[in-house]
């Protein structure tokens, strides 16, 4: 990717991204300079800094969103479904959510907006140790399955256990967060938990805790990983910073796509706490491996980063409506998404082969 110098960021919103043979590139357009003072930004993430959110730190540090007149306060989250929450509740400017759960949200009456999708490839599903016993959702009947109430996966088990023929009832289920939870999966206190494997496989796997993953998408629940949100208001009123909020999100993830030792670098530099255990490191390695997995999708090859197909968008909205939210307002779909901030970074050919390539040590968990 390109370097920029200082003095052609004079303007953040002079400027837009767009491909080029070498990466991302610059073009003019007509914008507020940036000798004014820094916008502050209250910006939420799903869970903990991981490799997953690791676009966040990199905007930060490469000043992606400082350049368009941004000062980003970015905080932990504790699952998807309280950070839509807080920021339908006015605590936070924008965030980061798992898309289903957005779309839920929203037909609860949470004034909530996907404004740019993330990741792609849902990896929502049910985690068992390699030496389990369990070997087919059906063998979860009788066991004990840990999850986070507020995780974004869990709204959606039930879905998943009609499609696959598992009798809920038979389930114990025990509430814990996260830390807890991924431990005492490696003790066998529980049998399995629920989460998404871009959180949990990196740090049981680097432990040496090898994981036998089922995803809920080989049961019929197609669905969008996780999208970038902001209120309806914000969107309407505030477009430009809407547009530069996700301007510096995507330009991070494709910079960290393409240079992932730099961007791992950067996150372990920015959230130095991550890089305290011998293992930090590539705990951050695979979790920003099985994001890229997620994030190179067919809609973003043809459409550039950040772009959501309607379609997909009104599937999930069946879902939704069909399984968790019987009896309540389904919106319509263009209430849940736009795409009037996506599409303005996009990868070449070269590109997007050189990183899908890079990425087969990850993809291997899905196959």
Not at 55 to 65: D, I, L
Not at 98 to 110: C, E, F, H, S
Request: include cysteine; glycine fraction near 10%; aromatic fraction near 10%.
């Amino acid at each position: 990717m390109n370097r920029v110098t200082r003095r052609e960021f004079l303007g953040w919103s002079r400027w837009a991204v767009v491909a080029g043979a070498a990466g991302p590139q610059l073009v003019g357009r007509p914008g507020r300079a940036t000798a004014q003072p820094l916008t502050k930004v209250k910006f939420t993430l799903p869970w903990v800094p991981e490799g997953s959110n690791l676009y966040a730190w990199v905007a930060k540090n490469k000043g992606f969103w400082k350049k368009r007149g941004l000062d980003v306060d970015v905080a932990r989250g504790y699952g998807s479904v309280a950070a839509t929450q807080a920021l339908g509740g006015g605590q936070f400017d924008f965030g980061h959510a798992v898309t289903p759960v957005i779309i839920l949200q929203i037909a609860k009456g949470l004034p909530i907006v996907s404004i740019a999708q993330l990741t792609y490839k849902n990896t929502m599903g049910v985690g068992v140790l390699a030496d389990s016993p369990i070997k087919t959702p059906k063998d979860l009947e009788g066991k004990t399955v840990g999850w986070t109430p507020t995780s974004g996966e869990v709204p959606f088990f039930p879905v998943f256990a009609r499609q696959a023929g598992i009798d809920e009832v038979k389930i114990k289920f025990v509430n814990m967060n996260i830390e807890v939870r991924y431990r005492a999966l490696m003790d066998k206190q529980i049998d399995a938990m629920t989460d998404f494997a871009v959180s949990a496989i990196p740090p049981l796997a680097t432990q040496g805790f090898p994981l036998r993953w089922t995803l809920y998408s080989n049961y019929g629940i197609q669905m969008y990983e996780s999208s970038l949100m902001a209120p309806p208001k914000t969107v309407k009123e505030k477009p430009e910073l809407c547009q530069a909020v996700v301007d510096g999100a995507i330009e991070a993830t494709a910079f960290a796509l393409q240079n992932p030792e730099e961007g791992l670098d950067i996150f372990l530099k920015e959230v130095r706490e991550a890089g305290l255990t011998s293992k930090g490191r590539d705990n951050a390695k695979m979790g920003l491996g099985i994001f890229t997995f997620s994030a190179l999708a067919e809609e973003v090859r043809q459409h550039g980063f950040g772009h959501a197909e309607p379609k997909r968008y009104a599937e999930m909205n069946d879902l939704v409506a069909t399984y968790l939210n019987k009896g309540g307002t389904k919106p319509a779909v263009d209430d849940l998404f736009t795409n009037k901030f996506a599409g303005k970074i996009t990868f070449t050919d070269a590109q997007w082969t050189e990183v899908k390539k890079r990425n087969e040590e990850f993809a291997k968990f899905f196959v």
